[in-house]
């Protein structure tokens, strides 16, 4: 189990977070969880205050990572076998729009998010536990109309092909229910 990675993605509301959670416990009795939010309005507080009565037992280490989370990993301790990261969107929009955000064009800012995506998942896979990253799919929809939305989709898409490339498994969740995309997905020969 050393080094696995894992991602799980889905939709809004689609149970991709309660997934994650209930997959890792099933390999650790204790977890590392590596949150991402930035508490900027009440209906963000209320989603942090969310899922955190979901955590708020002894079987989850709780960490606050809205930028730099890699250095999260480089510290873990050996408490654990697991880290849930919730979620690669968020941070990805922090790290996109954020207090620390780099100004440029967009390629300049893709570039930028994109290697800090690699330095993410090198230190999962050097921290030498399952690691589950959680994701949001927000390319299902209609092509948005403004630029800012149309940037964060496409990056949000490139993000996710990233990390499943790395990524032992990748469960897409819907109503629920997770299905193992690497499992079923095609295989194209060399």
Known sequence: MNNKLVLVTGGSR????????????????????????E?????MAERVRFHRL?????????????????EIFESLGTETQAVLFDCLTIYMGNLMYGKEAKLGSFTEKSNFILAEIDKLIAAAKACEKLTVFVTNEVGSAIVPDNQLAREYSDLAGWVN?????AADEVFYCVAGQAVDVKKISYKFKE
Request: aromatic fraction near 12%; charged fraction near 30%.
């Open 14 to 37: 689609s149970g991709k977070s309660e997934f994650a959670e209930r997959y890792v416990m099933q390999f650790s009795h204790k977890c590392d969880y590596i949150a991402t939010a």
């Open 54 to 70: 979901r955590r708020s037992d002894v079987r989850w280490i709780n960490h606050e990572a809205p930028y730099h989370a890699e």
């Open 161 to 165: 092909q990233k990390v499943a490339a």
């Open 39 to 43: 508490v900027c309005d009440e209906e």
